[in-house]
T-cell receptor
Framework: NAGVTQTPKFRVLKTGQSMTLLCAQDMNHEYMYWYRQDPGMGLRLIHYSVGEGTTAKGEVPDGYNVSRLKKQNFLLGLESAAPSQTSVYFC???????????FGPGTRLTVL | AQSVSQHNHHVILSEAASLELGCNYSYGGTVNLFWYVQYPGQHLQLLLK??????LVKGIKGFEAEFIKSKFSFNLRKPSVQWSDTAEYFC????????????FGKGTLLTVNP
């Protein structure tokens, strides 16, 4: 099993550009999450999904959109990137919401 | 809303020293508690978890944590640290009130000097 994978690993964008980050899991987990990690801030939840076709806002959703069309995939979109979105983005999945989460390797995004 | 506090931002130890990292949470009901570790440049990995039962939980790599319900605490301990334990450590909690997600503390950076 590959676990949780993320594409791409690194990306540099210019302000105003758009992009989509892909998260895939092969553990048949119902719950999936997108976090951003910034120095001194820990992990902050952007959006999450409790099942295929569902999404919900987390702690810091502004400027991001998500979709969960297939159970194994959770996409995070930035429609118009801003320098404040420079961060490391982690995807995670869990069989149940209260259980441990399994994390992907992260995507390092720089917005110039 | 639940919250998680990690008291130490950065801890510096020498090899063989004992470690204790503090974690306190704010929720008063039933909780599930976790400690994750993030080695430099890597993703978060689970160290240990507590759901119920024995409040002293043993995890991987010689780590353990003790759940003290009366103090709302879940402190992480290791009797003798190694240079390879240099990493950032995150405490997290899920609760009955919002059991679809984990709330993470801001993390404690541990530096172990050889």
């Amino acid at each position: 099993n590959a676990g949780v994978t993320q594409t791409p690993k690194f990306r540099v964008l210019k302000t105003g550009q758009s992009m989509t980050l892909l998260c895939a899991q092969d553990m048949n987990h119902e719950y999936m999450y997108w976090y951003r990690q910034d120095p001194g801030m820990g992990l902050r939840l952007i959006h999450y999904s409790v099942g295929e076709g569902t999404t919900a806002k987390g702690e810091v959703p502004d400027g991001y959109n998500v979709s969960r069309l297939k159970k194994q995939n959770f996409l995070l979109g930035l429609e118009s990137a801003a320098p404040s979105q420079t961060s490391v983005y982690f995807c995670a999945s869990s069989p149940r919401g209260y259980n441990e989460q399994f994390f992907g390797p992260g995507t390092r995004l720089t917005v110039l | 809303a639940q919250s998680v506090s990690q008291h130490n931002h950065h801890v510096i130890l020498s090899e063989a020293a004992s470690l204790e990292l503090g974690c306190n949470y704010s929720y008063g009901g039933t909780v599930n508690l976790f400690w994750y570790v993030q080695y430099p440049g890597q993703h978060l990995q689970l160290l240990l978890k507590y759901f119920s039962g024995d409040p002293l939980v043993k995890g991987i790599k010689g780590f353990e944590a003790e759940f003290i319900k009366s103090k709302f605490s879940f402190n992480l301990r290791k009797p003798s640290v190694q240079w390879s334990d240099t990493a950032e450590y995150f405490c997290a909690v899920s609760s009955g009130g919002s059991n679809y997600k984990l709330t993470f503390g801001k993390g404690t950076l541990l530096t172990v000097n050889p």
